[in-house]
């Protein structure tokens, strides 16, 4: 009996299902294709996070492709069962993205990367772009463990317990850092709200 569309996929591709950890360790033992399949799963994914942190494209172009090359080569010395593969790479884009923030701090808004999104109009592209420097400025200006946890929670959305995974600290220490770096960026931002029409509940 003929094999369906969804079986003959399968059969094709033997990475559809694996996981992230599967994958990585496929590409150690010398399969290429199972690098190519988990960088389509992850560099998306990544990109967005260092936008978020560094609003410039360009700069988070770089970042996602320096964490990528950094998984590559690990990959052979990965521990199986010890962590997972998002979680590792959660850890190197936000060390990396906190890196460029602290040596970049005030740099021209004219030199920012456009938005992704071409539709509002040019004076809400301004706005956008001058909300997202000022969060990236701010983040810049906050201790580099809190800054990470802030961006983690607040920008990624991720819980308590995968940013102690990530950062490698406990819940308890995640909870004192967001609170804190929470309250010194909204100090920072205060200074800017009218400036930039930023509500009184931001930035979260």
């Given at each position: 009996?003929?094999?369906?569309?969804?079986?003959?996929?399968?059969?094709?591709?033997?990475?559809?299902?694996?996981?992230?950890?599967?994958?990585?360790?496929?590409?150690?033992?010398?399969?290429?294709?199972?690098?190519?399949?988990?960088?389509?799963?992850?560099?998306?994914?990544i990109l967005a996070q260092a936008i978020r942190m560094?609003?410039?494209?360009?700069?988070?172009?770089?970042?996602a492709q320096d964490a990528m090359?950094?998984?590559?080569?690990?990959?052979?010395?990965?521990?199986?069962?010890?962590?997972?593969?998002?979680?590792?790479?959660?850890?190197?884009?936000?060390?990396?993205?906190?890196?460029?923030?602290?040596?970049?701090?005030?740099?021209?808004?004219?030199?920012?990367?456009?938005?992704?999104?071409?539709?509002?109009?040019?004076?809400?592209?301004?706005?956008?772009?001058?909300?997202?420097?000022?969060?990236?400025?701010?983040?810049?200006?906050?201790?580099?463990?809190?800054?990470?946890?802030?961006?983690?929670?607040?920008?990624?959305?991720?819980?308590?317990?995968?940013?102690?995974?990530?950062?490698?600290?406990?819940?308890?220490?995640?909870?004192?850092?967001?609170?804190?770096?929470?309250?010194?960026?909204?100090?920072?931002?205060?200074?800017?709200?009218?400036?930039?029409?930023?509500?009184?509940?931001?930035?979260?």
């Amino acid at each position: 009996m003929p094999l369906a569309r969804s079986q003959m996929m399968a059969v094709s591709d033997p990475f559809a299902d694996a996981s992230d950890e599967d994958l990585l360790l496929a590409f150690a033992g010398g399969d290429p294709r199972a690098a190519e399949v988990l960088t389509l799963r992850l560099l998306p994914r990544i990109l967005a996070q260092a936008i978020r942190m560094l609003a410039n494209k360009t700069e988070a172009e770089d970042v996602a492709q320096d964490a990528m090359l950094r998984l590559w080569r690990m990959a052979p010395d990965w521990r199986q069962g010890e962590a997972q593969v998002t979680t590792w790479l959660y850890r190197v884009v936000a060390n990396l993205c906190t890196d460029r923030l602290r040596k970049r701090r005030h740099v021209a808004l004219d030199l920012v990367a456009e938005p992704l999104d071409s539709a509002p109009s040019v004076a809400a592209q301004i706005q956008t772009r001058a909300r997202l420097r000022a969060l990236s400025d701010a983040l810049a200006q906050l201790p580099e463990r809190q800054a990470q946890a802030v961006a983690l929670r607040h920008l990624e959305g991720l819980s308590n317990p995968q940013i102690a995974a990530i950062m490698d600290i406990s819940v308890t220490s995640v909870e004192s850092l967001t609170a804190r770096g929470k309250r010194a960026l909204a100090a920072i931002m205060a200074g800017r709200k009218a400036e930039l029409g930023y509500d009184d509940d931001e930035p979260t």
